[in-house]
């Protein structure tokens, strides 16, 4: 009787697992996939092409301002009813993105985009952890961790097929049919779980902490553009240097607020959060940096350039089925040891590439970025949660959400600023890029990577061991 109510409580998980990673997949999708639309896209809105980035840009803001509510919403009403509602905002919102036909009408569409997605995959994810034990953890977050890495790459290849082939407006059509699918499935699938449903919202952290996260990312962006105004990013960099503090400060003080810092007195998460924010901004720049290296100085087309970045995502998914083997045999330390070496390497070899590069050792190296990018996101994605109690699981997820966006966001930023810092050092000021900047930008990558793996040595040789499976002498 055991062994039948564990292998249901096992499907159970793994179904709502895939439906989650299914959302993941939708949400991260959508930053990225009107990359390649906009020039359509701006015909459409009688606007210029450059306007339409705020479409992507408040899509991305809205997330992270959001994503905080999260946890306090599921507490409040319940992870069903946020879960499924978010699907239900997110799918409503594609419809309207598609249906505009002004570009203020777009934008005010895109942040209700935002606002499901924030609550959305949070919230999805704390679903599943409640659902699964921790030795089906592992398998449970690799589902979950690969649309994060999948969607980026796919978005701008993607979305150029549907421009070319049908009208940008199909980009968001296709979310429809599948959110109501997901808003179904979330109802009969997932449990109105509450916990802390008293607990009061934290207002004043929410302000700060959201108006910092945004003041620090447009500042990132303003800083990549060739035309910046400094006064306007140093004091956008400034103001969100104090409301962070301030949000910290304020948050260590209340009784319940927006994010409960309690969480990073466990080693685990706290590596997960600062080494894997590092390592998150280095490997992010990638699907940012390499298409535009391979149009603008290999002269290779968008349908070419695609064609290369898409061998990152092949590898991806070849090391899926490797992932759980290896943690179990070596543990969560030796492989973020190692395996963290081994992708700020493949970012350095990035920047020894060029058009008389072969082919075949282009596509080799992609592949093995691939493969080593998958298992560092899914070892850091696991091991975030693996000692975090029940009660702080909401103010967890939404906590590593937070820096998970951050970090995908300040991906392409810093991937923008690197380029820009390249040209400046060699004393390059009328914004032409060359190969030596795409070079140099993936050699500062590669040097963050090595960064975010010096945290790793801090952890003990058992950490995570109940959810690898993995047993030191």
Known sequence: MRGVEESQ?????????????????????DGTVIATALP???LSFAAHPIDLNLGMTVYMLTL???????????????????????????????????????????????????????MMVPVGRLVVLRVTEKKDLLRSMSYIVWPGLVAPVLGPPLGGFITTYSSWRWI???????????????????????????????????ALAGSACVAFMYSLELMGQQKSNWITIWALLGYSLLAGALAAMHMRRVEHPLIDFACLKR??????????????????ASPFLLPLMFQVAFGLNAFQSGLLV?????????????????????????VLLVNGIVSALLILSLGLLSPTT????????????GLSRSMQFTALNTLAFVDIPKALLSSATSFAAVVQQMGMGLGVAVGAVALRAAG??????????TLMDFHLAFWMMGALGVLAVLDCFTLPPEAGAEASGHRTA
């Open 172 to 206: 968001f059509y296709l979310n429809v049919p599948l959110g109501i699918i997901g808003t179904v499935l979330a109802l009969l699938w997932t449990d109105n779980e509450r916990e802390n449903a008293d607990r009061s919202f934290d207002w004043l952290g929410f």
């Open 267 to 284: 080693k685990t998460f706290s590596v997960a959060i600062w080494g894997g924010s590092l390592f998150r901004t280095g490997i992010m």
């Open 9 to 29: 409580t096992s499907r159970k998980s793994m179904s709502v697992t895939l439906l989650v990673a299914g959302a993941f997949f939708m949400e991260n999708l």
């Open 424 to 433: 400046w050092l060699r004393g390059e000021r009328a914004g032409t890029l």
């Open 40 to 42: 359509q896209m701006a």
């Open 358 to 369: 072969p082919k075949v050792a282009m596509v080799a190296v992609l592949f093995l970025h």
């Open 310 to 334: 898409l061998t990152m995502f092949a590898g991806n998914l070849a090391m899926k089925s490797v992932t759980t083997p290896v943690l179990r045999r070596w543990g969560f330390r030796s």
């Open 64 to 118: 992270a301002v959001f994503i905080p509510v999260s946890g306090w919403v599921a507490d409040r009403v319940g992870a069903r009813a946020v879960f499924s509602s978010a699907i239900g905002l997110f799918t409503l919102a594609s419809m309207i993105c598609g249906i505009s036909n002004t570009l203020t009408q777009f934008t005010a569409a895109r942040v209700l985009q935002g606002i499901g997605g924030a």
